[in-house]
Nanobody, 122 residues
Framework: QLVESGGGLVQAGGSLRLSCAAS????????MGWFRQAPGKEREFVGS????????YYADFVKGRFIISRDNAKNTVYLQMNSLKPEDTAVYYC?????????????????WGQGTQVTVSS
C-alpha cells in the first residue's frame, strides 16, 4: 500500500514536498513514479525514479522545477515541487513498478496510492 501526503494549498511560485510512504512492502526493489490528474483531464506522467535512485526522468513541463528522490531506508519517495504554477493544480499520485528503470507509462506501474490534492493559487 502506498500513501501520499504533503499536498495542500500554495501560492504561485511557492513550494511543496510530497511524500509517498509504503506499508506492507519494501519499495527498494520498485521503480517509483509520480503522476497527476487535473479535473476533466487524463492522468499524466510527472516523473520517475529507478530502484537505486541513480536515474530520474521528468515530463518536460516540470523539468527544472520538480525533483524526485527516494530514501529506501525510510521506505519513502519524495516529490519536491518548486516554482509552482496554477496549472500544476491536480491530484498527485505515486506508483510502484516491479520493473527496474524509469518509465512514463501508466501501464508499467503495479501499485498506486490514493492521491493527494495540490492546489496552486494565482
Amino acid at each position: 500500500q502506498l500513501v501520499e501526503s504533503g499536498g495542500g494549498l500554495v501560492q504561485a511560485g511557492g513550494s511543496l514536498r510530497l511524500s509517498c510512504a509504503a506499508s506492507r512492502r519494501t519499495i527498494s526493489t520498485y521503480s517509483m513514479g509520480w503522476f497527476r490528474q487535473a479535473p476533466g483531464k487524463e492522468r499524466e506522467f510527472v516523473g520517475s525514479i529507478n530502484w537505486s535512485g541513480g536515474a530520474t526522468y521528468y515530463a518536460d513541463f516540470v523539468k527544472g522545477r520538480f525533483i524526485i528522490s527516494r530514501d529506501n531506508a525510510k521506505n519513502t519517495v519524495y516529490l519536491q515541487m518548486n516554482s509552482l504554477k496554477p496549472e500544476d493544480t491536480a491530484v498527485y499520485y505515486c506508483a510502484a513498478s516491479r520493473v527496474d528503470g524509469i518509465s512514463e507509462y501508466i501501464s508499467r506501474y503495479d501499485f498506486w496510492g490514493q492521491g493527494t490534492q495540490v492546489t496552486v493559487s494565482s
